[in-house]
Structures are given as C-alpha cells and as structure tokens.
C-alpha cells in the first residue's frame, strides 16, 4: 500500500513539471520475485566504518532519455502510465485485451495529435520483445517513443507526422518471459511461459529449472502460414509453435490490434543478426503480389541500417507462423522484421550498444534503427503504399469498415525430423477486420487512410479481388457500400442517405 502510494506520488509530482522532465523517471529495482534473494552471509563481518563511499557521477547517455540501464518489466509499465497522463492530448495507454499466461496486463500506447479523437489516420504498429531475452527491442521501443514525444513541437518533420500518422508501440509483448529474463532468473529465455496444459500457470512453475525447455515461440503462433517450416512441433523445441493458431494469449493481443486498426506498416523489433526481414518468412509462401513495393521499402530500410534485406528464407532461415505473415496476408501491411545489436555473440549486449544502435554511432557507424523507425512512420503516410477512402456521410454518424475471410496454416509439419516430407492437413480460421471512425461534428466528407481491399493470397503471386464494406450507422438507421480499392488508390465513398 505504501509501494502504491510513493509511486502514486512520483507520477503526479512529474505529471506537474509539465510535458516532458528533462530526466526520465526514477529507475527502479529488478522485478520482484518469487524467488529468495542471493543468499546473504550470515557470518559476514561489519562494513569498515568511517570510509566515504563517494559514488560515481551519473553518466547520461545521448539517447533521448539519457538511459544508461535496461528497463525493467515495471519500469516500462510504470513509464508509460506517466507518459500518458504527462501527455494527454498525445499519448494514450492501451490494455491489451488478453492477459499473459502468468494474469499479467500487457500494455501498449498509442500517439499521435489528439490521441484521444477519432480519426481515419493510417497505424504504424512497432512491437519489441516477443522474444524474452531480447532486451534491446525493449529500449529501442521506449526510446523512440520518448524521441517522439519530445520533438513534437519543435522537429517539424516529426510534428507534421504526427499530424498524419497513428503510432501504436507495445514495448514487452512477452511479459512473463521478460521478467524471468531480464531478473536473470532464466536469462536466455526465449519463449513464453507456457509450461503446463493447466488454466492457471505460477511464475515458480515458469522459473522452476524442471520447465526451462518448455514455452511457446511466440514469433511461431501467428496464424497464417502456422506449422509449417522453421518452426518446432515439440514443446521442448526452442521455436516452438504452440498447440494451434494463436493459442497463446500475447499472440492474441497482436492480432487483435492488426485486426481493429487500419496498420498500414509494422515492424517486430528482435535481436542480434544484422537483418531487415520481410514476407515470406516460411518456404511454404508464394511470392508476395506486392513484391515490388514491399520489397523496395526494404532495401531502403536495409540501407537505413546497412544490414542485407530480403525475405526470410534467401537471407536468414525460414520460419512460419511469423508477426509479418499474419500482418501481410491478412490486411497487406507492409511488416518487417529488425534483427537488431548484431555482433556481440549475446541477445542483449552491454548498454552502450543499445545506445549505438538506436543513434548509428560507436560500434554501428551509420546504423541507425532510429533511422528506420522514422522511415516506417513516413511510409505509414504515405498515400502511394496504403489506400483512401473519401468517404460522405452526416456529422456524429459512426462509419465501419469490415472484412471477414478465410485464411491458412500451413500443411501441417507432423515432426521435427522429416521436415518437408510428412504433412498433415491445413488448418483454416476465420480472419476478422474492423475498424470504426466517428464523423466528427460539422463534417460532411471525411478521409479514411485504410489498407487496400484486394488482399494478397496465400498460394500464389496476385491479388483477391475482395471489397471493403463501409457502413455508416445513425441514430437507428445504417448503409453499407462494397468499395473495391487498391494499393496507391483512392475510392470515393457516399453513404450520405444513412441519417
Ligand atoms: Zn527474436
């Protein structure tokens, strides 16, 4: 209870210095856990006396917080609480609907001008962290959103973006699995916490060494492309894909954000190869019908960070049931994949390389994710790489837009030792999109930046020749029109006769 109230405290005392402090706040201690301390020594004399500790002075780093330190899980939740209530008009914390497999909310925040308003802005969808020992994603996260928040206003290229552009950033999607690796309890996790067929798991059932080979890859869960290549059917396999499409709870959450948001650009943050990834990532994948622009964003990303870019399979290794496989075949968002703090035989290096990677410095001359982040959010607005509608409809009236499909694992890999040889059946789901815009009072005509309607397929290199229906709701009456737009395109739209 004091706990709570101290923090309570912190919060307001910053919220009040205006829109962002200058220092970042308060870092904490590691998570607390279930597990006993370092055991201490019972015997250990007294501490010398009369010697003065003269601590060392606090370096600063260049990053936009200053941070010299990897967060912690409630750091990062903590930081982004503040920043929402510091930020109001600009940042907006999001719950995500699914809790972790330990019960723990799983925490995102959206920013753009007038966050809180609804608006057909296009979404540029950053994740870090699906893999636990990946801290890196963590950082390179939470730095770019303070990057935004505190050049918005003065950088005038960030300002007018955020004019255009809904950025929506999940820092930690893999909660639990960062808590026991970040805490050092199993540092070189990778998966999440899915150790037993039980509802209800422990964090000491998860930290137990007895279950340490167990966890879902959680960059293996996705749906489209599920169980096929580069991903393990055994629970004890280190890429392991779960027991069905999205049966894990933070897979859930990630999907469900792509599928109530127009996210016209996406990005997984990983570590530590060196690579831009795009679509396909799983050989059982056709050549994307968006080759061309999809791939031309890549190799300007790839320059960006000057790391080789490509799909999965030519330049890395194949894996299926991937982030980008999911965002790309079911709403055509141009999604990628960085392999980020290359070179230092660890996930998560020394902090001075998270540093020199977000800023191209040091160890990364010229190798700047900063400089690829700012690459996607333009990409986001721009109007050749996604679709609008132009849509008239009366003031106050709210206007969907809606899809609902049928999407494919793979055929299904049966083993981990015959690999392309034993196939079992192809599972399908069913793959909902909606999203809802409110027409704000005194407009007649509103711009609704969407992805396009033709929908790449799965089996070969061309377009479903598929349609949006729009549907304008007022008061007790409603009108739907089919609207058929592709990428680059604009349609007009006219659902005026719904008052
Ligand atoms: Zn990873």
Redesign the pocket.
Known sequence: MTRFKIAVAVVMSLSVQGLLAQTPPPQQPPPPTQQTPPPQTPSAPPAPAAQPVIPAPMVKSPLPTGRVTYRTLIEVNSELEWLAKANPARARRIELPHKSVLGQTVYGLEITHDVNVSSGKPVFLMTGL??AR?WPTVELTMEFIYDLLKNDGTDPEITGLLDQVRFIAVPVVNVDGYEMSRSLLIENK?RNCRVSAEKFITFAECANPANRGLGVDL?RNYGAFWGGSGASVSPTGDSHRGTAPFSEPEVQNIREIMSSNQVVVALSN??PDAKVLRAPSANEEPIPADVVPYDALAQLLGGDLKWEAGPWPKIYYTASGTMEEQAYYSAGTFAFTFENAPGQRTFHPPYAFVIDQYLGTGAYPGSSARAGYMRLLRAAADTTLHSVLEVKAPAGATLTIHKSFSMDSSPLLLNDNARDTARGETLKFTQTLDATFVVPSGAKQVTWHVNPSLRPSQHAQEFLQETWAVTCSFKDKSQTVNVMVKRGETAQVDVSRCR
Do not use: A, K, Q
Request: charged share 30%.
């Open positions: 699906h893999h990946e990778r960059n990983h570590t």
